[in-house]
């Protein structure tokens, strides 16, 4: 399958890095240098530098040998300018991120197959929604003041300490770890390995600050 995704901010990049693991064809469309510089590096996929709203970059990524459009900016006008453009292209599946619920409904009625509102952006989920959309569940938690976050533990201050050292917090729980087997419940006394595969349930406000702490600072998986 060939994938291409529009965005490399932190929910763009999360999802392809999840894509590829699962050996999907990626591409990825941004219009910041320093986050195409970014993905170059960190991800084996194909970093196009460009405006997914032009025709000629969609072109440029094969947009006609797509099997899913992925528009992940947090910029609503041009997540849907460019599935109305992609369209064209009759891509099979197109879903949108929209970060501003009043605008869902515009999305819906251009046809997008998938519209995802911000607290439901969480990269795994969207990679179920893409790879098994059978049993993706997109759940809102508390209207937006909570999402689910899928990461890789990068601190090295966390290696080979329990989880109950770190969870749960006021602000976020680890719900889930990804081992050889699978997903896992956490136990307190599991313990954490480096680049290890968690989903934590966090309040909105405390992302960024969850993210430093289990990723010293990296933005995506």
Excluded: W
């Excluded at 976050?149 to 602000?171: A, E, H, V, Y």
């Amino acid at each position: 399958m060939y994938i291409i995704i529009m965005g490399g901010g932190r929910v763009g990049l999360s999802l392809a890095d999840l894509l590829i693991n699962d050996g999907y064809d990626i591409t990825i469309i941004e219009s910041r240098e320093e986050l195409c510089n970014k993905a170059s590096v960190e991800l084996d996929a194909m970093v196009i530098c460009g405006n997914g709203t032009d025709t000629k970059i969609l072109e440029e990524a094969n947009i006609d040998e797509a099997d899913v459009f992925v528009a992940s900016t947090g910029n609503d006008e041009a997540n849907l300018l460019s599935c109305v453009l992609v369209k064209e292209y009759d891509v099979p599946k197109i879903i949108a991120r929209v970060s501003n619920t009043d605008h869902e409904e515009a999305f819906k009625k251009v046809g997008i197959d998938e519209v995802i509102s911000p607290e439901r952006t969480a990269a795994g989920f969207l990679e179920k929604l893409i790879t098994r959309p059978h049993v993706a569940d997109l759940t809102a938690f508390g209207e937006g003041e909570a999402e689910i976050l899928d990461m890789k533990i990068r601190n090295q201050k966390m290696f080979g300490r329990p989880i109950s050292d770190f969870s749960p917090t006021k602000d976020y729980i680890i719900i889930a770890r990804y081992g050889p087997n699978g997903l896992e419940i956490p136990r307190p006394d599991d313990i954490l390995g480096n680049g290890e595969r968690i989903s934590i349930l966090v309040k909105t406000k405390a992302i960024e600050k969850a993210e430093k702490r289990f990723m010293g600072g990296r933005r995506f998986l």
